[in-house]
């Protein structure tokens, strides 16, 4: 409900106010209140009626009745009864529908009616008349030579008995029906347009009348001719030669006789109160039926009203009351349903307009009468603020098209400056009248329009000429209502007693409603008073609060001065969060402002700060060791994500997560000041986490003294569990706490090498603890594991337990235990831990591998003891990768892995395998081999697989080395195919001896018949030799060379027919082996029991022997 105001007084002010509203009222008196203006100075107020101070509610109500409403009631009764006309709405309501309506609306008893309808019947009736406007035609007919018409209108009401009296008067028919139909005295005429076929006349006539019905009103338009000389006549035929026709026309009428261009007959029952139409001219014969349209205002009004039904009020006093209790009635049946939208009934509609047309009310006063009565309902009751709008808007249009009434121009200038003065004392309370909701926003919004569209008004500037700016208006209004809102607030929380504690308390209230306030300004309000008046609220407001609340809050602190405690500090803390906060909405400003008074707020509380550090560490202290007291070290959780550390720790974070939001809740602005403050806050954090790491240590070993050996493990992983998430946590507490933003705030005070420094040493330092901690843990746990897997290992690969299991039955107890153990840390260890746990305990597995294999004796059984450990390597290798779920390959393939991979790789080969690795080797080294140092050997090599033959061509060898005593050599070219179990029954064979000859050309041919699978076998090669022939004694070695056979053209690919290929050239370099240098001969060679292993290796010792390689 709106605030009403006081100081409006206009004519019909009270007429519907009953006496205890028509004095000052509750929302009155708020009115009173208000700062004075420039604008109270533009305007006299009148004064308002005068009521008997002491005078009986009741009779009050019953005065009013009998002064106010029953006159008003007598008007409408008479409108009934002497309506005319059909109103505008598409309902038509019967004269017993309209007396039950106003009945309601006025509250009438029925005697009550009863009795002033027989008055209102008695009455004297009105005199009935229809205002006819003339106001244009369009299209008629020309009839003069020129094309032109002279024309003018007659205008009169017929009735019917007339009009059919005069018909049968005349002996012949006539287009003429007004002439001669009545007397002059009862035709209007309009002046004469000359020479158009548009005339505009915009002349009115007020046509008396006795019934409506079976009356008419008629219209005729004539052209007016008259009496020209023959001279004129000759000229218009010269001029216009289609004027002839017209002049003969002329000619047979007589002289002086005016033409007919058409007629409008209307019935007066069909017509509406008003009407506004263009009507077509009918005609009275065919010769020419398109004569064109006439544009006619009607009106039904009345002449000689009674005056004594409203004690000689005027009409528009009479229609601004009736509108007025229309409208209360309206809105009283319709309570709750939202804001009144100026919707009435169909009744209401009906009076109102048959009231305004029967006292002739122009459209300006019945719109002025709207504005009048609309704006003081909207001070009374819920009225939809846009109405006021649209009223404004309509009033503006008319004052620029009609003149009002000098006292209607002051009822207009009093309105008009009433409602200014009463919105801005709205608004200046806007915070209690238009609260920050989605339904009060629109309103205050509506508000603030309407009086900036009542300063833009043609109106408003003339009536009320002194100098009025809206936007400083609105200013002081703010101003002065934020100050008046801030000393009430500040009396509802005054402090009953001087306590301190009170005091701090009852400011920490103060500065919650301040930010509240402040909020609401900057997300509602000033949008709203931005769109509609251009004022920034949220500035004016804000400057305004921080002016008084940095006063409060200095006169606080200082009485606090030396009388800090604990107490004291605590309530502090909420109050300068508040004030932090109400500090960083100046960053909302729309335009720079001086200083603000709260800028360095924070030195006030310089004192407090150590207590709140102090409460913050010993809270947070007290809340670990009771989490750590109550923790069973038991997994929180175990499922799809499993949470394998307690509930010890899970508090621990949340203890410690205050102290971080206590740093971003200072916020302290001094960086210097900041930079101890971080120093403080890490300490105390690292102190916390140190003192955890020694409370859960007695905690476990209080929980494990009289448990078994598997729950104290399980104990102890959880604890492993507990201290790696907390090492996780201060990892990430550089990032919690922003020491990067510190850096750059502290840049220009406090250099890099002390901030680097302190901080990181801190948390260091407290890292080590915990790290320390972990491997103390592990360590523990690693060394029973190890040692298990070592007695395993060392069971397993016991000689006399060869013969008796295979490889893989001697295995499974090992891997069953690692997979029951892993499982079980796996399931009690985080992830980061598991890994620290798994990787030493490979390591150890490895060297206690390495240990059992280089222990073995080289001797018989070897090979399947190493077999045997090599499928333990793999198994162990699988049980640590577990898939990817494990340790990664690049941790679990160190240099010992590799080397101990390699050692059994080679020793669980037979004597077949071994060969064809060296040769695979030695293939490899010759591809990788660059330079020819002992000369080169050049061939041409095919495999045709249409006859399974191997062709070589010895081409030449080039650059030897001369063996021979004279400097030269004589060579020959070896070839063997190899392995020998591979080619059994190939043959070497030889070239011929070249003599004394370093770069010899051979040019033979040589072919060997293999298959494509001996070919394609493991470490098939054809190995090429060059000799020097000696007489007398062995052959000189010049070189070897290795030429893998999958590399000759044709050996390549699938199985099936394939073309014979192009052969290739191939030029080897020659190289000599290196004595004593490859590991797998000295295997082979301890294989003493195996022929062909002897056999190979005597051949090989034999090259190593020829080689000029140094020994290594």
Same mark, same amino acid.
């Given at each position: 409900?709106?605030?009403?105001?006081?100081? /409006?007084?206009?004519?019909?002010?009270?007429?519907?106010?009953?006496?205890?509203?028509?004095?000052?009222?509750?929302?009155?008196?708020?009115?009173?209140?208000?700062?004075?203006?420039? /604008?109270?100075?533009?305007?006299?107020?009148?004064?308002?009626?005068?009521?008997?101070?002491?005078?009986?509610?009741?009779?009050?109500?019953?005065?009013?009745?009998?002064?106010?409403?029953?006159?008003?009631?007598?008007?409408?009764?008479?409108?009934?009864?002497?309506?005319?006309?059909?109103?505008?709405?598409?309902?038509?309501?019967?004269?017993?529908?309209?007396?039950?309506?106003?009945?309601?609306?006025?509250?009438?008893?029925?005697?009550?009616?009863?009795?002033?309808?027989?008055?209102?019947?008695?009455?004297?009736?009105?005199?009935?008349?229809?205002?006819?406007?003339?106001?244009?035609?369009?299209?008629?007919?020309?009839?003069?030579?020129?094309?032109?018409?002279?024309?003018?209108?007659?205008?009169?009401?017929?009735?019917?008995?007339?009009?059919?009296?005069?018909?049968?008067?005349?002996?012949?028919?006539?287009?003429?029906?007004?002439?001669?139909?009545?007397?002059?005295?009862?035709?209007?005429?309009?002046?004469?347009?000359?020479?158009?076929?548009?005339?505009?006349?915009?002349?009115?006539?007020?046509?008396?009348?006795?019934?409506?019905?079976?009356?008419?009103?008629?219209?005729?338009?004539?052209?007016?001719?008259?009496?020209?000389?023959?001279?004129?006549?000759?000229?218009?035929?010269?001029?216009?030669?289609?004027?002839?026709?017209?002049?003969?026309?002329?000619?047979?009428?007589?002289?002086?006789?005016?033409?007919?261009?058409?007629?409008?007959?209307?019935? /007066?029952?069909?017509?509406?109160?008003?009407?506004?139409?263009?009507?077509?001219?009918?005609?009275?014969?065919?010769?020419?039926?398109?004569?064109?349209?006439?544009?006619?205002?009607?009106?039904?009004?009345?002449?000689?009203?009674?005056?004594?039904?409203?004690?000689?009020?005027?009409?528009?006093?009479?229609?601004?009351?009736? /509108?007025?209790?229309?409208?209360?009635?309206?809105?009283?049946?319709?309570?709750?349903?939202?804001?009144?939208?100026?919707?009435?009934?169909?009744?209401?509609?009906?009076?109102?307009?048959?009231?305004?047309?029967?006292?002739?009310?122009?459209?300006?006063?019945?719109?002025?009468?709207?504005?009048?009565?609309?704006?003081?309902?909207?001070?009374?009751?819920?009225?939809?603020?846009?109405?006021?709008?649209?009223?404004?808007?309509?009033?503006?249009?008319?004052?620029?098209?009609?003149?009002?009434?000098?006292?209607?121009?002051?009822?207009?200038?009093?309105?008009?400056?009433?409602?200014?003065?009463?919105?801005?004392?709205?608004?200046?309370?806007?915070?209690?009248?238009?609260?920050?909701?989605?339904?009060?926003?629109?309103?205050?919004?509506?508000?603030?329009?309407?009086?900036?569209?009542?300063?833009?008004?043609?109106?408003?500037?003339?009536?009320?000429?002194?100098?009025?700016?809206?936007?400083?208006?609105?200013?002081?209004?703010?101003?002065?209502?934020?100050?008046?809102?801030?000393?009430?607030?500040?009396?509802?929380?005054?402090?009953?007693?001087?306590?301190?504690?009170?005091?701090?308390?009852?400011?920490?209230?103060?500065?919650?409603?301040?930010?509240?306030?402040?909020?609401?300004?900057?997300?509602?309000?000033?949008?709203?008073?931005?769109?509609?008046?251009?004022?920034?609220?949220?500035?004016?407001?804000?400057?305004?609060?921080?002016?008084?609340?940095?006063?409060?809050?200095?006169?606080?602190?200082?009485?606090?001065?030396?009388?800090?405690?604990?107490?004291?500090?605590?309530?502090?803390?909420?109050?300068?969060?508040?004030?932090?906060?109400?500090?960083?909405?100046?960053?909302?400003?729309?335009?720079?402002?001086?200083?603000?008074?709260?800028?360095?707020?924070?030195?006030?509380?310089?004192?407090?700060?150590?207590?709140?550090?102090?409460?913050?560490?010993?809270?947070?202290?007290?809340?670990?060791?009771?989490?750590?007291?109550?923790?069973?070290?038991?997994?929180?959780?175990?499922?799809?994500?499993?949470?394998?550390?307690?509930?010890?720790?899970?508090?621990?974070?949340?203890?410690?997560?205050?102290?971080?939001?206590?740093?971003?809740?200072?916020?302290?602005?001094?960086?210097?000041?900041?930079?101890?403050?971080?120093?403080?806050?890490?300490?105390?954090?690292?102190?916390?986490?140190?003192?955890?790491?020694?409370?859960?240590?007695?905690?476990?070993?209080?929980?494990?003294?009289?448990?078994?050996?598997?729950?104290?493990?399980?104990?102890?992983?959880?604890?492993?569990?507990?201290?790696?998430?907390?090492?996780?946590?201060?990892?990430?507490?550089?990032?919690?706490?922003?020491?990067?933003?510190?850096?750059?705030?502290?840049?220009?005070?406090?250099?890099?090498?002390?901030?680097?420094?302190?901080?990181?040493?801190?948390?260091?330092?407290?890292?080590?603890?915990?790290?320390?901690?972990?491997?103390?843990?592990?360590?523990?746990?690693?060394?029973?594991?190890?040692?298990?897997?070592?007695?395993?290992?060392?069971?397993?690969?016991?000689?006399?337990?060869?013969?008796?299991?295979?490889?893989?039955?001697?295995?499974?107890?090992?891997?069953?235990?690692?997979?029951?153990?892993?499982?079980?840390?796996?399931?009690?260890?985080?992830?980061?831990?598991?890994?620290?746990?798994?990787?030493?305990?490979?390591?150890?597995?490895?060297?206690?591998?390495?240990?059992?294999?280089?222990?073995?004796?080289?001797?018989?059984?070897?090979?399947?003891?190493?077999?045997?450990?090599?499928?333990?390597?793999?198994?162990?290798?699988?049980?640590?990768?577990?898939?990817?779920?494990?340790?990664?390959?690049?941790?679990?393939?160190?240099?010992?892995?590799?080397?101990?991979?390699?050692?059994?790789?080679?020793?669980?080969?037979?004597?077949?395998?071994?060969?064809?690795?060296?040769?695979?080797?030695?293939?490899?080294?010759?591809?990788?081999?660059?330079?020819?140092?002992?000369?080169?050997?050049?061939?041409?090599?095919?495999?045709?697989?249409?006859?399974?033959?191997?062709?070589?061509?010895?081409?030449?060898?080039?650059?030897?080395?001369?063996?021979?005593?004279?400097?030269?050599?004589?060579?020959?070219?070896?070839?063997?195919?190899?392995?020998?179990?591979?080619?059994?029954?190939?043959?070497?064979?030889?070239?011929?001896?070249?003599?004394?000859?370093?770069?010899?050309?051979?040019?033979?041919?040589?072919?060997?018949?293999?298959?494509?699978?001996?070919?394609?076998?493991?470490?098939?090669?054809?190995?090429?030799?060059?000799?020097?022939?000696?007489?007398?004694?062995?052959?000189?070695?010049?070189?070897?060379?290795?030429?893998?056979?999958?590399?000759?053209?044709?050996?390549?690919?699938?199985?099936?027919?394939?073309?014979?290929?192009?052969?290739?050239?191939?030029?080897?370099?020659?190289?000599?082996?290196?004595?004593?240098?490859?590991?797998?001969?000295?295997?082979?060679?301890?294989?003493?029991?195996?022929?062909?292993?002897?056999?190979?290796?005597?051949?090989?010792?034999?090259?190593?022997?020829?080689?000029?390689?140094?020994?290594?």
């Amino acid at each position: 409900m709106m605030p009403s105001q006081d100081g /409006l007084s206009t004519i019909g002010d009270n007429l519907l106010q009953p006496p205890d509203q028509a004095r000052g009222s509750t929302r009155n008196r708020q009115r009173q209140s208000s700062p004075a203006r420039k /604008l109270g100075m533009t305007r006299r107020q009148k004064d308002k009626r005068d009521f008997k101070e002491n005078e009986n509610p009741e009779e009050k109500e019953k005065r009013h009745k009998e002064q106010e409403l029953k006159p008003l009631y007598k008007e409408l009764l008479y409108t009934i009864i002497h309506k005319l006309g059909k109103p505008a709405s598409a309902e038509v309501f019967t004269d017993n529908q309209l007396h039950q309506y106003i009945r309601e609306a006025f509250s009438m008893a029925e005697d009550e009616h009863q009795s002033l309808t027989e008055r209102v019947q008695n009455t004297e009736p009105p005199v009935y008349c229809l205002m006819a406007t003339v106001k244009e035609a369009k299209g008629i007919l020309g009839k003069d030579i020129s094309g032109f018409s002279d024309p003018y209108c007659l205008l009169t009401i017929l009735e019917d008995e007339k009009e059919s009296k005069t018909r049968r008067s005349r002996s012949k028919p006539r287009k003429a029906v007004v002439k001669d139909a009545v007397s002059d005295e009862e035709v209007y005429t309009t002046e004469t347009k000359k020479q158009t076929l548009n005339p505009i006349w915009n002349q009115t006539f007020i046509l008396e009348f006795e019934e409506t019905d079976g009356a008419s009103f008629h219209m005729e338009m004539w052209d007016r001719d008259e009496e020209v000389s023959l001279a004129q006549k000759l000229e218009e035929i010269r001029t216009n030669f289609h004027g002839l026709r017209r002049m003969i026309k002329d000619a047979k009428k007589l002289k002086g006789q005016d033409d007919f261009l058409g007629n409008i007959v209307l019935r /007066l029952k069909d017509l509406h109160c008003t009407e506004d139409n263009w009507y077509v001219l009918e005609p009275r014969t065919e010769t020419y039926p398109d004569r064109g349209q006439c544009h006619l205002q009607l009106k039904f009004t009345h002449k000689e009203r009674d005056g004594t039904l409203s004690a000689g009020r005027s009409a528009y006093v009479n229609y601004c009351g009736i /509108l007025q209790q229309f409208v209360q009635s309206h809105i009283s049946r319709q309570q709750g349903s939202g804001p009144w939208k100026g919707d009435l009934c169909g009744e209401g509609q009906t009076l109102l307009e048959l009231y305004a047309t029967q006292n002739d009310l122009s459209p300006f006063l019945q719109d002025l009468a709207k504005w009048v009565a609309y704006s003081k309902l909207y001070q009374s009751l819920e009225v939809d603020s846009s109405l006021l709008l649209q009223q404004l808007t309509s009033i503006e249009y008319h004052w620029h098209q009609q003149e009002l009434p000098y006292q209607q121009k002051q009822e207009l200038g009093d309105s008009l400056h009433g409602f200014l003065q009463y919105g801005l004392c709205l608004v200046a309370k806007y915070r209690d009248i238009f609260p920050p909701t989605q339904d009060a926003n629109p309103r205050l919004h509506t508000l603030l329009r309407i009086l900036s569209q009542i300063c833009k008004t043609r109106a408003f500037q003339k009536l009320n000429p002194a100098q009025f700016d809206l936007h400083d208006e609105v200013n002081d209004a703010v101003h002065s209502g934020t100050q008046e809102w801030f000393s009430i607030k500040k009396g509802l929380h005054q402090p009953m007693t001087k306590d301190m504690t009170e005091t701090v308390s009852a400011l920490s209230k103060l500065i919650g409603e301040v930010q509240e306030d402040i909020k609401h300004n900057k997300d509602s309000w000033n949008r709203v008073f931005v769109s509609a008046v251009q004022v920034d609220v949220f500035t004016i407001v804000y400057q305004k609060l921080d002016s008084l609340l940095a006063g409060e809050v200095r006169d606080t602190l200082n009485q606090l001065e030396g009388k800090m405690e604990q107490s004291l500090a605590n309530g502090l803390f909420p109050l300068y969060l508040s004030l932090q906060a109400i500090h960083k909405d100046k960053a909302f400003l729309q335009k720079s402002v001086k200083l603000l008074e709260l800028t360095n707020f924070h030195e006030g509380f310089r004192e407090a700060l150590p207590y709140w550090l102090n409460k913050a560490f010993s809270t947070t202290q007290d809340r670990v060791e009771r989490a750590v007291q109550v923790d069973q070290l038991q997994p929180l959780q175990s499922g799809m994500v499993p949470i394998k550390h307690s509930s010890s720790a899970v508090d621990l974070v949340a203890c410690v997560q205050p102290i971080c939001q206590l740093w971003e809740q200072l916020s302290w602005p001094d960086p210097e000041e900041a930079f101890m403050l971080m120093v403080k806050l890490t300490e105390d954090v690292c102190k916390i986490v140190v003192n955890y790491c020694r409370i859960l240590k007695e905690r476990v070993r209080e929980l494990s003294e009289n448990s078994d050996h598997s729950s104290a493990v399980n104990k102890l992983c959880v604890v492993v569990n507990d201290l790696e998430h907390l090492r996780s946590v201060l990892t990430r507490l550089p990032q919690q706490l922003n020491w990067a933003a510190l850096r750059e705030r502290t840049r220009h005070v406090i250099g890099d090498p002390q901030f680097h420094n302190v901080l990181p040493s801190q948390l260091q330092h407290a890292q080590g603890v915990l790290s320390r901690e972990i491997r103390s843990a592990l360590e523990t746990v690693g060394r029973k594991l190890n040692s298990d897997i070592e007695t395993y290992v060392r069971s397993m690969s016991t000689r006399r337990r060869l013969p008796s299991k295979s490889t893989e039955d001697a295995v499974v107890p090992l891997m069953k235990y690692l997979e029951k153990e892993l499982q079980y840390m796996n399931e009690n260890l985080v992830q980061e831990n598991f890994n620290s746990l798994l990787t030493p305990l490979w390591t150890n597995s490895i060297r206690t591998l390495y240990q059992v294999a280089t222990q073995q004796k080289q001797e018989g059984g070897l090979m399947v003891f190493c077999q045997r450990l090599q499928y333990t390597l793999q198994c162990l290798e699988q049980c640590f990768y577990a898939e990817g779920n494990g340790l990664p390959l690049e941790t679990l393939h160190t240099d010992d892995y590799k080397t101990l991979k390699s050692h059994l790789t080679h020793n669980s080969l037979n004597c077949q395998q071994l060969i064809e690795k060296f040769l695979d080797r030695k293939v490899w080294e010759q591809k990788v081999y660059s330079g020819e140092k002992y000369g080169a050997v050049t061939l041409i090599a095919s495999y045709r697989r249409s006859d399974l033959r191997l062709r070589v061509e010895v081409l030449n060898a080039a650059n030897l080395l001369p063996m021979d005593s004279n400097g030269s050599s004589d060579p020959f070219v070896q070839l063997c195919l190899e392995p020998r179990h591979v080619f059994p029954e190939v043959e070497p064979r030889t070239t011929q001896i070249k003599n004394c000859d370093l770069n010899p050309l051979f040019d033979e041919a040589f072919e060997f018949m293999v298959s494509v699978e001996q070919c394609q076998a493991a470490g098939a090669c054809l190995v090429v030799t060059v000799l020097d022939y000696d007489t007398l004694r062995t052959d000189d070695f010049e070189g070897e060379a290795f030429l893998a056979l999958r590399a000759v053209p044709g050996v390549g690919g699938g199985p099936g027919h394939q073309p014979d290929p192009s052969p290739a050239q191939i030029r080897l370099p020659l190289t000599h082996p290196k004595p004593n240098d490859d590991s797998i001969l000295k295997l082979l060679e301890s294989r003493r029991g195996e022929r062909e292993a002897q056999v190979f290796v005597k051949k090989r010792r034999q090259r190593e022997k020829q080689s000029q390689e140094e020994k290594q």
